[in-house]
Each structure stands twice: as structure tokens, then as C-alpha cells.
């Protein structure tokens, strides 16, 4: 039998899909037993080749002497004891530095960052490119982030702009030969949006935003493309779901802000500064695919330690209620997904509270957001399901990446299957049947329209479908029965196995479909290309 409130759910599970950039995930696992494998940061998917077409000016930046790359006690004392020897596997992974100021009252910024960037690809560079993403508008509302002057070890260089001022190119004087490093210096600034950027429908969804008293700032700074076989991924901003496709690299920023700020961010503070009434708070990452900065004068905290981990819930002053159930939830799901997946890396995770439009919750690396709409009524299922979906984003996108344009079914999946594990844990078997059940009844109402696809398409074909319907249903419902299907056909240990597996052998890198595939039949010891053909290259007429 189920109960009201879990029928409710059933309902109101639907409603999540309509996200974009993301909302929906969860998911744990036990720790296998497996030799880390050498990070190549070349692993990724296909890409898309856009022309620069628009010259943008520059100035010499001062001269400067290359800082030291951040130390390893700096960078290890934001991971977990065991995670430590990770950062042995990204020796040559890109460094930031990062001296950030922001101008709260303003709701802008200005930032200087220095990027120590080894070529890991097989072939020689000739140039380099950077990702302005707030510039293609759409999910980061009508701010902006303008680059005022580049250098190269030391001399100027005369950046493009192209694909909306979203792609900045950077030509090399000479090929950048397999295993060389350089160094770029960039000046940025940016502004953010009030209000999600307008009430028409192209508005953000809060995540470079300013509302109710929160600043948050997701692609605030440049970010290298990922370069590939194909060349470099220079896809434009998406209306539907993630736009951040990016390589773990390795963070240093120094914050500057108002001293009356609480601030949450990916990494940790590891310390700070008083200046002329300012305060410098000074960040280090570790491994991570990006940095995610959100602030407000009127956060509340509360934290608890779950295996070891310091998980912190921020809210605002009027939803404690929400906030204590934010804890909980991730403090659950932490636990679970640890026990079913491997073990969380970091030393710190933050949920946080955050005013949102188009989106239920979104995740960073260490640090997620659910929709301040949520926090009223803590008791109400979306809140348990977008919690547990966002953490489990930490396993599938942020530790395991995935080219998010190519191939979005490989996070968002495995995310949505994963949040109904919390529901079997947590809640109970029935709550878990309760969830695949609905599941097939979404799908079975979108097959009687005639709408069904395949789960491996790409964001831009689904983008171009015009119908976000058919992507929730698609990427995230059908994938996520995949998963059930996967796990009844082979059986809890072959298929926890292979997860587990998974996420040991791309820790960091960027895995593939037929990565994933590989590893369900090795751990099966049997061919599944029956079943694999059913659920993700297949669409029902």
C-alpha cells in the first residue's frame, strides 16, 4: 500500500523534469577495491569547430612573476585522507589563480586570473580557447563577463570573439608542443542580473543572479574548452540543460567582499584577510571541473559530520525548517551513495538555498542549490527529490564528467536512478517501487503520443525538438528505467559492481557511453547489446 504521501510523490516527481540546467539526481554505493588509473584529460567526445569572427582589443597586462602552483598541503587539506593521492593522477592538470573583487552593492565584479596550462593532448596547440558563458545569455539571464586584456608569459596577445562573445580565442605564437606549459594572464569583469534578467522566457534560472538578497555567480571567471579528438567543444549555451563542460583542473581564489557576507563556494576557506574594511577570503578547490561562488548578508548555516565529511546547509533567515531538512537529506544521500558508489572525495559539501526560476535545483562541484520555492514546505516530495538528485550530481558530473552537449543522458540518468535509491534506503522498498512505477507510466504516456526517442541523443537535438517534454521524459525517465531494467537483467552485485568500477576508472576524466556499457557487461561477464539496444538506441513508434 502506499501512502498519501508517497503518492503525492508520484505526482509532483513529474514536475521536476521540467528543470533545466538540472534537477533530479541521487545515488550511493560500496567502495571497490580498484587501482586509480592515469588521468587523460584528452578523453572526451565529439566537438564543435566555431570560427572566431570578432576582434576584441587588448592591453598589455603588468608584468608579473609566475605565482607557485598551489601547493599540495594547500590542495590535499580540502580532500579526504584517502583522496590525497588523487592529486598525484593530475600533476599536469590546469591551475587557476584567481584575486576576485566583488562589488556586491553593484552586483558585479572585476578579477585578475592567471592559468598555468600544460598541453596533455597528442598533438601540438597552436591556440587556446576560454568559454564566456554568462555572455550566451539564456539560463545565466542578461548579465555579462567581458575580458579586458590577455598575455602569454608575459606578452600581450590580441583575443576573438566569437559564438556570441561566449568563445574567446587566444592564438599562440608558436605550436605548444605535447607536455609544454605556458602561462595566460586574463582581466575580467562582469555583471550579474536582478531578477533572473527579465520576466519573458528567455530569463536565467538563478544561477548568475541577484534576488532577495543572494548573489550567485556560476561561470564567473574564463574556462578552457575541452580539447578532444575531435578538436575544441565550443558549443553554445543551452536553453534546457547544462552548458559547463569542462576538465578537473586545480583552484586558488582570494575573494574580496563585504565582511558582512556569508559566502559558500566549491573548495574551502583555508583563510583570510582584513583590508580597509573589506575582507579577502582565501579558497583552494582541489580536484574539481569548475568554481561556484553564492553569497548573501543573510544566510543561516547549520552543519553535521557524516563519514567524515562536513556537510553545511545554508538557508534563509524565514525557512529554518527547510534548512535542518537540507541537512538531513544530503547528510542521507551522502551516506547511501558512499555505500553504493565510492566513496566522496572532498572534506566539505554545501547545499544551499537559493531563489531559482525554470529550475528545482542545480549542481557544482562540492556545492548545489535547490529552489528557495522548496524550502516553505520542507515535507513536500520535490524538496526530498531535487536534495538527493543535486547530491548525487557529485558522483555523476562532478567526480565522473561527461561531455554534457554530446551525451547528457550520462549524468542526468544515472542521477535520476540514483535519487531513487535514497527513496529505497532512506524511505523504503516500497518507496522505490513506487518511484520506477511512475516512471514507466511517464513513459507510457509519452509513447501513446507518439513522442518516444532515443535516451543517447544529444542536448542539441533535443533542443531542437522544441519540446522539453520529450527530453525530461526521455533523458531522464527513460534512462533512469534503463538502469532498473540493467539492474534486474544482471542483478544487484554485477550492477553495483560495475558503478563502483565506473567511478574508480574515471575518476576526474571524461568518460564515454560505451565506457559505461563496458563496464556493465564486464561485470556481468555476459554481452547485453540486446538490452542496450531496447532502452537507449531505440525509440518506440
Known amino acids: 500500500m502506499i501512502n498519501r504521501r508517497l503518492a503525492r510523490l508520484l505526482f509532483l516527481i513529474g514536475l521536476l523534469i521540467i528543470l533545466a540546467g538540472c534537477a533530479f539526481p541521487l545515488r550511493s554505493q560500496p567502495v571497490p577495491t580498484i587501482a586509480p588509473a592515469v588521468i587523460d584529460q584528452a578523453k572526451a567526445r565529439s566537438a564543435q569547430q566555431v570560427p572566431p569572427t570578432q576582434s576584441l582589443p587588448t592591453q598589455p597586462s603588468p608584468t608579473q612573476e609566475p605565482a607557485d602552483p598551489a601547493s599540495t598541503a594547500e590542495q590535499s587539506a580540502v580532500l579526504l585522507p584517502q583522496a590525497v593521492p588523487d592529486l598525484d593522477l593530475l600533476s599536469a592538470a590546469t591551475h587557476y589563480t584567481i584575486d576576485l573583487q566583488i562589488d556586491y552593492p553593484a552586483k558585479a565584479f572585476q578579477g585578475q586570473a592567471q592559468v598555468d596550462f600544460t598541453n596533455t593532448e597528442d598533438v601540438p596547440l597552436d591556440r587556446l580557447y576560454f568559454r564566456l558563458l554568462p555572455n550566451g545569455q539564456k539560463s545565466y539571464g542578461d548579465g555579462s563577463l567581458r575580458v579586458s586584456s590577455a598575455s602569454i608569459d608575459g606578452q600581450p596577445v590580441k583575443p576573438r570573439l566569437s559564438l556570441s562573445d561566449t568563445v574567446l580565442e587566444l ?33 536565467g534560472y538563478g544561477i548568475y543572479n541577484y534576488s532577495q538578497g543572494v548573489l550567485a555567480l556560476s561561470g564567473w571567471y574564463p574556462i578552457l574548452a575541452v580539447y578532444d579528438q575531435d578538436g575544441w567543444n565550443l558549443d553554445p549555451v543551452s536553453v534546457i540543460g547544462d552548458s559547463v563542460y569542462s ?10 567582499t563585504d565582511p558582512e557576507l556569508l559566502l559558500a563556494a566549491t573548495g574551502e576557506e583555508i583563510g583570510q584577510d582584513k583590508l580597509d574594511g573589506e575582507i579577502r577570503r582565501h579558497y583552494v ?6 568554481i561556484f561562488l553564492i553569497m548573501s548578508p543573510d544566510f543561516q548555516i547549520v552543519s553535521q559530520e557524516v563519514d567524515g565529511v562536513e556537510v553545511n546547509s545554508y538557508y534563509l533567515p524565514e525557512n529554518p525548517q527547510g534548512g535542518e ?43 548545489f542549490l535547490v529552489a528557495s520555492d522548496l524550502y516553505a514546505d520542507p515535507a513536500q516530495d520535490n524538496f526530498l527529490v531535487a536534495t538527493a538528485h543535486e547530491v548525487a550530481h557529485q558522483w555523476w558530473y562532478s567526480v565522473v564528467g561527461n561531455d554534457v552537449f554530446d551525451e547528457p543522458w550520462l549524468d542526468e540518468s544515472l542521477a535520476t536512478y540514483s ?13 522505490y517501487r513506487a518511484f520506477t512505477s511512475y516512471w514507466k507510466d511517464r513513459l507510457s504516456d509519452l509513447r501513446e503520443d507518439s513522442l518516444d526517442d532515443q535516451v543517447t541523443q544529444s542536448l542539441g537535438y533535443f533542443e531542437a525538438l522544441d519540446t522539453p517534454r520529450v527530453y525530461g521524459t526521455v533523458v531522464y525517465t527513460k534512462g533512469a528505467l534503463f538502469f532498473d531494467a540493467l539492474r534486474s537483467e544482471i542483478g544487484d552485485e554485477a550492477f553495483f559492481g560495475a558503478l563502483q568500477n565506473y567511478y574508480q576508472k574515471y575518476k576526474y576524466q571524461i568518460a564515454e557511453t560505451e565506457d559505461l556499457l563496458a ?23
Open 519 to 541: 563496464e556493465f557487461e564486464a561485470s556481468a561477464d555476459r554481452q547485453l547489446d540486446e538490452l542496450f539496444q531496447e532502452w537507449l538506441f531505440t525509440a518506440e513508434d
Open 325 to 367: 531538512a537540507a541537512l538531513e537529506v544530503t547528510a542521507q544521500s551522502l551516506q547511501i551513495y558512499n555505500q553504493y558508489f565510492g566513496e566522496y572525495p572532498f572534506a566539505e559539501i554545501d547545499v544551499v538555498e537559493a531563489p531559482m526560476r525554470y529550475a528545482l535545483g542545480v549542481e557544482y562541484p562540492g556545492i
Open 171 to 203: 592564438p599562440l605564437a608558436a605550436s605548444l608542443d605535447i607536455g609544454d606549459s605556458l602561462r595566460i594572464d586574463l582581466e575580467f569583469a562582469g555583471t550579474v542580473p536582478m531578477e533572473f534578467g527579465g520576466e519573458d522566457e528567455s530569463g
Open 285 to 290: 578547490s582541489g580536484t574539481v571541473r569548475d
Open 419 to 431: 535519487s531513487s535509491l535514497y527513496y529505497q534506503d532512506a524511505i523504503s522498498p516500497v518507496a
Open 247 to 256: 576538465d578537473t583542473s586545480l583552484y586558488t581564489v582570494d575573494i574580496t
